[in-house]
């Protein structure tokens, strides 16, 4: 298994340009979710998926944007970026039971200027 | 709300030498505690979990303290090797529609030689 991918790895956007941020799990996860990592700083939850079709807010939604087709991808949409949005992105998946470990991808560092 | 937290952003151990990271976290209704590790550019990796009907709990060079009392869990590990080297975070499930992690800052251990 491949795990948690995300592509792309690094990308340096201009202020009000758009992009998509990819994740896509091959362990047949139901969650998935997208947090954010600022610079010293512990991870912060964007939006949660428990399932193809359903979709959900987290701590810090705004500027962000989801959709879950397959129950494989969980892609993020950056509309108009914002240097508040200079940031690592992680993806993570895991089933749906209490106590179950969340799986991470190695991330997508993310700069606006 | 729920929270956890981290008493010291770094933390230095000669290499072979035992370390002790704490957590404190403000719910005492949390039931359940995760500890993350953080490599350089990776992301987040499962180290150790624990329940609230649990004091203590051993992994592979790892235990978990857990002070209902006071609210404090804390990841002792042994014979720290250079490996060890990362962020290390405390984290709390928050079940809301979905399993949620809530994230401490994180404290970074530095393994001198």
């Known amino acids: 298994n491949a795990g948690v991918t995300q592509t792309p790895k690094f990308r340096i956007l201009k202020i009000g340009q758009s992009m998509t941020l990819q994740c896509a799990q091959d362990?047949?996860?139901?969650?998935m979710y997208w947090y954010r990592q600022d610079p010293g700083m512990g991870l912060k939850l964007i939006y949660y998926s428990v399932g193809a079709g359903i979709t959900d807010k987290g701590e810090v939604p705004n500027g962000y944007n989801v959709s879950r087709s397959t129950t494989e991808d969980f892609p993020l949409r950056l509309e108009l970026a914002a240097p508040s949005q200079t940031s690592v992105y992680f993806c993570?998946?895991?089933?749906?039971?209490?106590?179950?470990?969340?799986?991470f991808g190695p991330g997508t560092r993310l700069t606006v200027l | 709300g729920e929270s956890v937290g981290l008493h010291l952003p770094t933390l230095s151990v000669q290499e072979g030498d035992n370390s002790i990271i704490n957590c404190a976290y403000s719910n005492s209704a949390s039931d359940y505690f995760i500890w993350y590790k953080q490599e350089s550019g990776k992301g987040p990796q499962f180290i150790i979990d624990?329940?609230?009907?649990?004091d203590k709990r051993q992994g592979q060079r790892v235990t978990v303290l857990l002070n209902k009392t006071v609210k404090h869990l804390s990841l002792q590990i042994a014979a720290t090797q250079p490996g060890d080297s990362a962020v290390y975070f405390c984290?709390?499930?928050?079940?809301?529609?979905?399993?949620?992690?809530?994230f401490g800052q994180g404290t970074r251990l530095t393994i001198n030689p």
């Open positions: 362990m047949n996860h139901n969650y």
């Open positions: 984290a709390e499930p928050i079940i809301q529609g979905a399993q949620k992690l809530v």
């Open positions: 624990i329940r609230s009907n649990m």
């Open positions: 993570a998946s895991s089933y749906p039971f209490q106590g179950d470990t969340q799986y």
